[in-house]
């Protein structure tokens, strides 16, 4: 059935101002809001120009990224009556200023770091507006918020909620201020995108969230109707020189409208100020657009806020089309004439139907979207058909190695928990490949290739889908601490680009030249779940496998402090799990759908999930086995969850608490995704797992399930194809 | 000219991780960025911080970055020219 998505709420915490007016004014203003940082003290220097966000309330020990994200998402929601189904959420850096204090001032009570994760933004909105559906979030650097949008129109599209808030939200931090300075990407002069002289970038914050529902509201303000995404597979820092990914995502988001480039009344631009970025994507509009369309880029006004940054512009472009005003390409003197673009030099009034607004990052990961005047054009035709995804093949990584290794100790009923050494890990990897890269990259290329060669496919995969709870803590850590050690005077280029959440994925899709969607989650002990959700979501019938990863790294000095489910004397355990997928069932290992994520706050959760899995009886019927995923930090309240659904479910099957086997880590639910490939591959459960004899996946009840417990309740399926 | 040379072979080959490589077989009139040693702009930068830290040299990569560092040898001869207070 044809879906549209429509726009019903926004709001907008940027440089230029708190809310929709006095954004819009700024705009008509042509009034840049880059100043010199006053955030936080620097030890030497000037400071540079950045983007800051003036006059948020302080609030005694929430970081600021979590209030600059609630507060754009009070103003998207203010005229709901309910809470969203779902909310997704762009974000890189989630409470890192407060932790850079907390590191240097070496606190080491973890409660205080409670605020750190990604995914503690999300779930922090969730918890303030009673929503009790899944709090995705999304992490692929610059595109962030872009990307967000664009899996919240797919959630939407496929009816899997009727009301979605989206967005991004990045706050100024010390990482991000000295590492894109590292990288020379700064202007020191303000930021000037797309003028001859310009030199760079400059950081900022912000948030902006829109409220997409399907549900046409009173006065939509307009409508979101298509997305592309693509990924460069070039570079981890620099775009490609003929932009290469960007118009890919470009076509992809105007197929997806069903739109021509005549179409497009108004392209809102990437439009950096880097010199790389802004030729990149000015090679690229004038491949698709053989006579542009007026175009400007905002940074020249508000900054370059990150993950923000996608989901202000989508705010800025639904302005457009409902204002029929175009914002100039502020701060941008003489044109670039290399780039052959004539940017907008004033605001101007213009009708304005349809707005293509662009978004990329690091990693080479792109993200456009078309939003429109609501019921202008023809809604898209829907071009998805079942969901669930064929496994064709997996691997896994722990602390006994790899997947062998891990399934032969396994099979013994022995724990696999533990941190293998580095280059155990590396070595399916070329040592040029990676010789910059530390243990998360390398878990992640090593999981990548090991589940391609396992699939048997000659051709490679070409989206790539990736969860970690926490990111890239070696590179994080190392930059950090050079930062501090060097008196902030010689942070390294290096552990910045690979401190990125979405850098592993990149890193795989330059490994495969996979140039299609690729996307980072990071949901705590989830995350491994919401890249398989956005797998499910965006991987086209017919379209070439994709790769579906979850890995975490041990760190000895961050994953204590950060991860609440680690102690400082708890056996420090990583690792992952990869799969090589596709729509294709024919020749699949087997299959797997995630039928359940939802906030275990939520009234009747365990009654929903038992409905969601078929109800009770089919549930006895069908699955043999329960893996359940019970962090530490909520063993409780885990283990009262599992009785509950045992009680209510009256579920026959035997239990394998699997961190018990994995260890504490955040993805180790990818790994007994692995184990319950592994299982129904070889048609048994090992006796051994399960105090008895070999358990075997025969007859009619031949499914495995594997439960998140915990805050979220969720739910993964495995079953014959 | 050939300590520092030598100095900043061992250097390179450790911030960079070039684990092919050993001092005796770094060919210092060799291709340095785009060759067969994989180096690319990130490397550079992390050169450059090198640079500035352990020889107080600054260097903007962005304008003169790509000459200096065509190979180690011409980057041992920026150093040695804008080192504070040596005179050429």
Sequence with gaps: MEKRVYIAGLGIISPLGEGLAATEEALRDNRSAIRPLDLFPLLHGEPLPTGQVRGLAEQSDLPRTHRLALNAARQAMASANTPPDAIILGNTTGGILTTEALLRAKADNKELYRYHGLNSVAEYLAQELGCCGMAMTVSTACSSGAVAIALALEMLRRGKAKAVLAGGVDSLCRLTYFGFHSLQLVDRQGCHPLDADRHGMAVAEGAAMLLLTTEKPARPLAELLGAGLSCDAYHPAAPHPEGRGALRAMQAALADAGLNPTEISYINLHGTGTPENDLAEAKAVRTLFAAPPPLSSIKGATGHSLAASGAIEAVVAAIAVAKDFLPANTGCRNPDPALGLTPLRQPTNQATTAVLSNSFGFGGNNGCLVIAKADRFPPPSPKHGKAGLAIHGYACLTGAGDTAATLTLLAQGLPVAGTADLAGISANLPPNLVRRLKRLPRLTLSLALSAHQDSGFEAKPAAVFMGTGWGALSETHDFLTRLADSGEQFPSPTDFVGSVHNGPAGQTAILFGASGANITASGGDYSFEQALFAADLMLEEGQKSALVLGADEGHPVLSPLLDPSIAPDTLLADGGGGFCLSRKTAGAQCLVRIPFYQRSAAEGGIKALIDALGGAQTLNGKYALLLAGIPAAVREEGEGQLAEFLAQSGLQAPVIRYREFTGEFASASAVAAVMAASFLASGKVPGLLVSGDDLALAGKKNAILVLGLGRYLSAMKFSRP | ?88
């Design chain 2, 1 to 88: 000219m050939n300590k520092l040379t030598a100095e900043l072979k061992v250097k390179i080959i450790d911030i960079l991780n070039l684990q092919d490589l050993s001092p005796e077989n770094f060919d210092e009139n060799d291709r340095l960025v785009g060759g067969a040693l994989g180096i690319d702009s990130i490397d550079v930068l992390e050169m450059v911080v090198m640079v500035e830290r352990d020889y107080g040299v600054v260097i903007n990569s962005q304008e003169v970055g790509e000459k200096i560092f065509s190979s180690l040898a011409s980057l041992a001869e920026y150093i040695k020219e804008n080192t504070p207070g040596s005179s050429p």
